[in-house]
């Protein structure tokens, strides 16, 4: 892998990040480009487990939400048990109970498919999403946990920016290198031909339930740097609405590439700040918004915005020769 | 001195998305509402009040324009941060208005804390702890809370009402616990017995295990449940063939559930509760703003809800504040700010002063449903609380020992 040289695309993007605090406002830092790295990095886990092993799972804003929770229990300064832990053991635990919670979401999701599969992971975050909400003791019901910081100095815009930008930049190479690593395309062959891969002594269940344990890495990850980013969490963060977001946002970027989340998110973020300035009549409309956007991108490019980025790029001589890719 | 500078100043001020410097630029203030949600309708009715007051003075306070910026949440809290985060990151407003909802209301004071820059005044959200417990300086709230808000209800349900034994339904959030302590600390006092308490997440659409299980042997149930969630409520426990007569939450026989159609209006008349407006209260500067609501939304609401005139009285706070201090908002809104917590804000439903936690005081309503000639539903004034306080009237040391507002508190089954 290290022989590939490194693309040049990839090196103009990453420069244009790394560069970016130095021309944009604070808002623009944080509220647009640090969300759509956390959500981005989410729906990176989701990228892996349905663009490469064909398991479509709603359960990752769920593992972010039990990291971020985590986090939020042990640090919060505001109401709360009052445990004020250092930052780094509460980030170790809650990328630990994030990891078994996406081992639990996977043991019972790996024995199903297609549609089952998402409607047990959807199952899931929304018991779970009720929980948060009747649990006081232990998540505070409705009103969760406020007050939620990051150690200096990661709260500061800049800083928090760069964390963001760390943590997606290290989830993005470790998926790219994976999904052409053997392990990546053991799982392709998993989602493609399934019972050939089992008869020359693959082990379905692990290695799809290791799959989704790399998601809930990745999606562990995407939450702490989630409760950090709101400073509070409550049963909003991973209700219905989030969890459905994580999906639309890994369908509009497209499957086919892990940089297809991370385009999704900002695609995603860009709409749901913009999209009442250009349209004021529809400040109330932003579900409609999304859905119809969701809709003309799932039937013209089903491939997301990859998709249509890759048709605008290809040579002229090639449009048509679709068979000489294969 | 040359104008140059001066205009690069504030060029740069607004580049930076921060307060604005020069005098007369126009103030920008945002907004935040539930325009989403089971909320949706008191969002709409909380910005038809804002409106209605920027229109009234004009669109302008203190010598200076005033810029309207509106974002919607949809009653979480998290929603409520984002939009303040827009507003006050991103666009740069000097002043926020909002938000509706109880919970937001405790987001938004803890996120305050954080801008000290920035002056917050509450739009209609009436938990009580946004104000009683750990206040924020620069957090105002010229509406009265959830527990204020039932002053004199307990009392009369037993006294005039008979009913001793009561099973509560409310939602599952801080706003109606302040609501249920607010009529239990009366009510409990005088002898009455709350033997059950159903608690509904916000948004439920499926009443049916709540109403199949409230006990038979009740006189009465209290129902405190907003927007669609209590039309809802109220259909599922009308078609079981519930009889029991309710008590109702401030929002739940508020003109936002009693304007929607259906079958339960026979059954709402008579119900009594108490909030911060009457519909048909005889005084003048009641009847100017309903003719003003009407006048300016023919499709609103037969009379204006809790939510129009919370949003209304928060901006009216915001504009005679701000031409007391003639559009001075620098030094970080210091004479602003001390305009605010001093003033006596004259309202459609008199006077309001703050306390020392920027907390109002003022008149609360004991009002029954009734229906007016035409068949519509509305508030009858049945008498008036003067100058409720956020404590009714304890000394606030005892008032804190009583416990924030929660599931379990209080209780006297």
Redesign the interface.
């Known amino acids: 892998m290290a022989r590939r040289a490194i693309d040049p695309r990839a090196a103009v993007a990453l420069a244009a990040l790394i560069a970016a605090p130095l021309v944009l406002t604070d808002f623009w830092l944080v509220q647009i480009l640090g969300r759509a790295l956390i959500l981005g990095l989410i729906a990176l886990g989701l990228t892996l487990l349905a663009g490469f092993g064909g398991m479509v799972s709603l359960g990752q804003m769920t593992v972010a939400g039990v990291a971020a929770y985590t986090v939020a229990i042990l640090t919060t300064t505001g109401t709360g048990p009052a445990l004020n832990l250092p930052a780094l053991p509460a980030v170790l635990l809650a990328l630990v109970l994030g990891m078994l919670a996406a081992g639990v979401i996977g043991l019972l999701a790996v024995r199903t498919s297609g549609i089952y599969t998402i409607m047990i992971t959807l199952a899931i975050a929304v018991v779970f999403f009720y929980f948060t909400r009747q649990n006081y003791p232990l998540l505070n019901g409705f009103d969760g946990y406020a007050e939620v910081v990051p150690p200096e100095p990661w709260g500061r815009p800049a800083p928090f920016y760069y964390l963001c930008l760390a943590a997606a930049a290290a989830g993005y190479l470790w998926i790219a290198r994976l999904v052409a690593a053997p392990f990546g395309l053991a799982l392709q062959g998993l989602r493609d031909e399934p019972r050939r891969l089992e008869s020359l002594g693959f082990d379905v269940y692990r290695h799809r339930i290791a799959a989704y344990l790399v998601a809930g890495v990745l999606a562990s990850a995407g939450g702490v740097l989630l409760v950090w980013f709101n400073t509070r969490i409550d049963p909003g963060t991973v209700s219905l609405g989030p969890v459905i977001d994580i999906l639309v946002i890994a369908v509009i970027g497209g499957l086919s590439h892990p940089v297809g989340a991370f385009v999704g998110a900002l695609a995603f973020v860009l709409i749901d700040n913009f999209a009442v300035e250009a349209l004021p009549a529809a400040r109330e409309r932003f579900n409609l918004i999304i859905g119809t956007f969701f809709l003309l991108v799932v039937l013209f490019s089903p491939d997301g915005l990859l998709g249509i980025w890759r048709r605008l790029m290809r040579p002229p001589q090639d449009a048509g020769s679709t068979a000489r890719e294969d | 001195m040359t104008r140059t500078p001066a205009f690069g100043l504030s060029l740069a001020a607004a580049l930076?998305?921060t307060t604005a410097l020069a005098q007369d630029d126009p103030i920008r203030i945002g907004s935040i509402a539930t325009?989403?949600g089971a909320f949706?309708v008191l969002g709409e009715e909380g910005m038809r009040g804002l409106e209605l007051a920027l229109e009234q003075a004009g669109h302008a306070a203190g010598g200076r324009e005033i810029e309207l910026i509106?974002?919607?949440s949809?009653a979480?809290?998290?929603?409520a941060?984002?939009a303040a985060?827009?507003l006050v990151?991103?666009d740069g407003v000097d002043i926020v208005i909002g938000p509706l909802s109880g919970?937001e209301g405790?987001?938004i004071r803890?996120?305050s804390k954080?801008q000290p820059e920035v002056t917050f005044v509450n739009g209609a959200s009436a938990a009580a702890d946004t104000t009683l417990r750990?206040p924020s300086e620069n957090f105002f709230r010229f509406t009265t809370d959830g527990t204020q808000w039932m002053a004199g209800l307990g009392e009369y349900v037993i006294e005039e009402k008979g009913w001793t034994t009561v099973a509560t339904v409310a939602e599952?959030?801080?706003f109606p616990y302040s609501q249920v302590m607010g009529f239990m600390l009366d009510f409990c006092e005088m002898g009455g017995t709350v033997p059950e308490k159903f608690w509904a997440?916000?948004g439920n659409k499926d009443y049916t295990s709540i109403v199949y299980s409230i006990p038979q042997d009740v006189d009465a149930i209290y129902v405190a449940l907003g927007g669609s969630d209590a039309v809802n409520f109220l259909t599922q426990y009308q078609q079981a063939g519930g009889t029991k007569p309710m008590i109702g939450g401030s929002i739940t026989v508020d003109q936002s559930v009693l304007s929607a159609e259906g079958r339960r209006r026979d059954y709402l008349v008579g119900t009594p509760t108490a909030g911060p407006i009457a519909d048909n209260w005889d005084n003048p500067a009641w009847e100017a703003f309903q003719t003003a609501y009407r006048e300016a939304y023919p499709d609103g609401l037969g009379s204006p809800s809790l939510f129009a005139h919370g949003y209304y009285v928060s901006t009216l706070a915001v504009l005679e504040g701000l031409n007391e201090v003639e559009g001075d908002l620098s030094d970080g809104q210091a004479a602003f700010r001390e305009a605010l917590a001093t003033m006596t804000l004259e309202t459609p439903t008199g006077e309001v002063t703050l306390d020392e936690n920027r907390q109002a005081i003022a008149d609360i309503f004991l009002t029954e449903v009734a229906m007016d000639e035409d068949g519509e539903l509305y508030n009858e004034v049945i008498g008036v609380t003067e100058d409720v306080t956020q404590t009714l009237g304890m000394p606030r040391e005892e008032f804190l020992a009583l416990g924030p507002a929660?599931?379990d508190n209080p209780s006297c089954p």
Do not use: F
């Open positions: 930076m998305g325009l989403e949706t509106s974002e919607a949809d979480t809290p998290d929603s941060v984002q985060r827009k990151e991103n919970s405790i987001a803890d996120y954080t750990e599952d959030y801080s997440p916000i929660s599931r």
